[in-house]
């Protein structure tokens, strides 16, 4: 099998980095199926998420390996990783232990573009 | 109100690209909430999505604009637009015309990874 048809078909997880040793990971809330955060993952947040169980990123502005909730205690506890077809983006599907948002809100996806004006979510 | 603040809790829209001029775009469907797929947008492509009501992105393999389902019909109708705490990820709720996957399937999250294999996701 090309390594292409592999990456798509196969049952080998070989998670792609782009250029900055980066893919996208996409939290979501396990019961709820709402969005609450994208993040970017280098192999030592992928690695240190599998082991622990717990969502882990790479901080592109501090430039470092970020446990969520390290300091808030609202951490993510991943139930279920889905992988796109090539491989470049997760979908974590997490119980969160708090707000997933730094603001305080549940999701970071807060606020609707309506008319070229943020408002917001409608519950 | 300070740019970060103005960025978190104001009504103006401010998206925020990466240092290569990307944001990233989850596409969810707008009717069962399931993940279609993950894009990177540039300016020119956020802008031609507003425009039209129809996704589009910045393909990062060919280095240009790319409407979605140009080639094979499948476009996405956008019905809301949500935008993430800093401005820097939007999820586009969509209507699909078909699969969005360009394997045939109706999402490209077709896989878990479970204890390190890829498996079908079950519907």
Chains 1, 2 share one sequence.
Do not use: N
Request: glycine share 8%; proline share 3%; aromatic share 6%.
């Amino acid at each position: 099998m090309c390594e292409r048809k592999e990456r798509e078909a196969g049952k080998t997880f070989m998670p792609k980095f782009d250029d900055k040793g980066l893919l996208t990971a996409v939290v979501v809330h396990h019961e709820t199926s709402a969005i609450l955060m994208v993040g970017f993952m280098d192999a030592e947040a992928l690695a240190a998420t599998l082991e622990t169980g717990f969502a882990h990123f790479h901080s592109r502005s501090r430039g470092k390996l970020w446990k969520k909730g390290e300091t808030s205690g609202h951490v993510l506890e991943v139930r279920q990783t889905l992988v796109d077809c090539d491989q470049d983006a997760l979908v974590l599907s997490c119980l969160p232990a708090g707000p997933t948002c730094h603001t305080g809100a549940q999701s970071c996806f807060y606020r609707v573009l309506d008319d070229g004006i943020l408002q917001p979510v409608k519950a």
